[in-house]
C-alpha cells in the first residue's frame, strides 16, 4: 500500500499550483487524509485535512486559498492551491490513515514521497 504524490513544481507569487495524492495497494477504507509541508529549517506542519465525510480544516496561514478535497471513489485527495505565496513554498506531503486487507484488516498511517513546490517573488 502506498500513496503517490504529485503535482509540485515552481510557481509565481499569485499564482496557482494542483496537487493529487493517490493511494493503490489492498485497501479496504480511507479514513481521514491531509498535506503536510515542511520547509527548510523548519519543522513539519498540517496544511489541511479531511475526514471521510468531507469535513475538512486548514492551517491559518493557508485558509481562504487553499482548497482541500478528496475523491473515495478513486482514494486520492487534492490540495488546490490558489494566490500564492513565497512562504509557501516547501515539500508538500500527503497523509492517510488507511484501513488495509492483511491477514484482516490492519490500520496504517501512510505517508507519500513528498512533492516540492516553489513559488517565486
Known amino acids: 500500500v502506498q500513496l503517490q504524490a504529485s503535482g509540485g513544481g515552481l510557481a509565481q507569487a499569485g499564482g496557482s499550483l494542483t496537487l493529487s495524492c493517490a493511494a493503490s495497494g489492498r485497501i479496504f477504507s480511507i479514513n481521514a487524509m491531509g498535506w503536510y509541508r515542511q520547509a527548510p529549517g523548519k519543522q513539519r506542519e498540517l496544511v489541511a485535512g479531511?475526514?471521510?465525510?468531507?469535513?475538512?480544516n486548514y492551517a491559518d496561514s493557508v485558509k481562504g486559498r487553499f482548497t482541500i478535497s478528496r475523491d473515495n471513489a478513486k482514494n486520492t485527495v487534492y490540495l488546490q492551491m490558489n494566490s500564492l505565496k513565497p512562504e509557501d513554498t516547501a515539500v508538500y506531503y500527503c497523509?492517510?490513515?488507511?484501513?488495509?486487507?492483511?491477514?484482516?484488516?490492519?490500520?496504517?498511517?501512510?505517508w507519500g514521497q513528498g512533492t516540492q513546490v516553489t513559488v517565486s517573488s
Open positions: 479531511t475526514s471521510k465525510s468531507g469535513s475538512t
Open positions: 497523509n492517510a490513515d488507511a484501513v488495509v486487507f492483511t491477514a484482516g484488516l490492519t490500520s496504517y498511517n501512510l
